[in-house]
Structure formats: C-alpha cells, structure tokens
Nanobody, 121 residues
C-alpha cells in the first residue's frame, strides 16, 4: 500500500508562482521515476514533467523554462516549482511515482488524488 498526497495548489494570478509537493508513504523499497501530470476539464491527462532516480528530467514543451521538477529521496517527495504561470496552466495536477514495494516485484505506478491549480488572467 502506497499513498501519494499532493499539496500546494491554489488560485493565483497570471505571472505568479506556485510550488507543488507530493509525498509518498507506505512500504516502499525504492522509487524510480517521479512525475507530474495535469488534466484540464474536457481534455486528456498530459505529462508535465518527470525526473528519474538519477536526476534526468523531462518537460512538456509548454512548460519548459517556467517549471522545475525536483526530488528529495530522503523524504520520498517530488516538487514542481511553477513560475510565470499562465491561464492555460489551469488544471488538476496529479503526482505519479514508480515505486518498488519489494525487491522481487516490478515497479508499479502510483497516483495521487490531484490538487487544483487555477490561474486567473
């Protein structure tokens, strides 16, 4: 049983910043990739950014240069620093982590329940 809890969402004006956090709890041997996804009403969920256990990062083209993903392995936590927010960033943001619960089973993707980010014009 792995639980991911996101925090840090809210309502901000365009141009401002938010920092999202996601902490994992439960029986976890290791965490490979950590990532953030978002889903706006009526649209499909999309990858925002992810970060590997080795620190390699990937970003959606729409957020490159504005968002920064980071992780704290000691805390089983992933962060998303969002700067220069735009109205089109409005969505529910979901945390995902690929976790191993024991040494003999493959890693499995776990999802948080989501946190709302709303950016006003």
């Amino acid at each position: 049983q792995v639980q991911l809890v996101e925090s840090g969402g809210g309502l901000v004006q365009a141009g401002n910043s938010l920092r999202l956090s996601c902490a994992a709890s439960g029986t976890i041997v290791s965490i490979d990739t950590m990532g953030w996804y978002r889903q706006a009403p009526g649209k499909q969920r999309e990858l925002v950014a992810d970060i590997s256990s080795g620190g390699n990062t990937n970003y959606a083209d729409s957020v490159k240069g504005r968002f920064t993903i980071s992780r704290d392995n000691a805390k089983n936590t992933v962060y998303l620093q969002m700067n220069s927010l735009k109205p089109e960033d409005t969505a529910v943001y979901y945390c995902k982590m690929k976790c191993k619960r024991d040494v003999w089973r493959p890693a499995y993707d776990y999802w948080g329940q989501g946190t709302q980010v709303t950016v006003s014009s």
